[in-house]
């Protein structure tokens, strides 16, 4: 089995290097992540300038690629025919950070396993849900234990055309991990806040601030579950169409 893996975090996150320890196991593992952070940059296609590839190493000494493109543009590179043979299946992250309910389309680390999925590959997304500021000190040793025995199931079992598989885990030790539960997308609740500053030359700037984001956990859903020490799988698909308002809008007058 051919894995390809690739981060929103960048090259040099210890996620990533976690993910490629859990798939080693598995299969070959080809790394073609982004040569920096892409967190929270939605699904990019880059047209509009060159790609640049590079061969590099992950701090264990794994050759890897690095790119100046997104990760979706990490995946199109790879399953357009950058490397010489084709790939069973695509992992990307581990993401320090959940993502849930809409984070899904500003994720790169989910926007990667989109990409596999337009293109006709099964893409699964991990992300971890620990806290911030861990930095340096964050383990990974649980969530490497979870993506091993979630990539082996779906290697196993495939995925259906245009679908794909978000995995969201608990920052636990492996024995207080209670299980995995199959979930719908939850609701994020975000506490954006604009903050105006003003450059040396007086011109006004923006952040978007505010405090981080909770969800709300209901049943059912990946904050659910993960509130309540469970890892979470919800399967995505690339179809939005909002199914139930089509015979409504139908009796419009257009
Ligand atoms: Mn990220």
Redesign the pocket.
């Known amino acids: 089995m051919k894995i390809l893996v690739t981060n929103?975090?960048g090259i040099t996150h210890p996620g990533l290097l976690a993910l490629v320890n859990a798939v080693k196991p598995l299969g070959e593992v080809t790394v073609l992540a982004p040569d920096r952070?892409w967190?929270a940059s939605g699904h990019v296609k880059t047209l509009h300038r060159p790609l640049r590839v590079r061969p590099t190493q992950l701090p264990d000494g794994t050759p890897a690629h690095m790119s100046d493109g997104a990760p979706s543009d990490c995946i199109a590179l790879a399953l357009l025919g950058y490397f010489d043979h084709e790939f069973d299946l695509v992992v990307s992250g581990i993401?320090?950070?959940a993502n849930i309910g809409d984070d899904v389309t500003y994720s790169?680390?989910v926007t990667a396993a989109m990409e596999a999925a337009i293109g006709g590959l099964p893409g699964v997304a991990f992300s971890l849900d620990s806290p911030i500021g861990l930095n340096s000190q964050r383990d990974f040793s649980a969530a490497t234990q979870i993506c091993q025995r979630v990539t082996m199931r779906v290697a196993a079992g495939g995925l259906p055309r245009h679908t794909l598989l978000n995995v969201n885990i608990p920052y636990l030790p492996l024995e207080q991990i209670k299980g995995m539960q199959v979930t719908r997308l939850g609701l994020r609740v975000y506490r954006d806040e604009l903050i105006r500053r003003t450059d040396p030359q007086h011109n006004p700037y923006y952040w978007i601030g505010g405090e981080a984001p909770t969800g709300q956990p209901d049943e059912g859903t990946e904050v659910g579950a993960l509130q309540a020490g469970y890892v979470s799988i919800t399967p995505l698909q690339m179809d939005m169409t909002a199914y139930n308002l089509l015979p409504e809008l139908a009796t419009w007058q257009w």
């Open positions: 929103d975090d952070n967190s993401n320090p950070y790169g680390t």
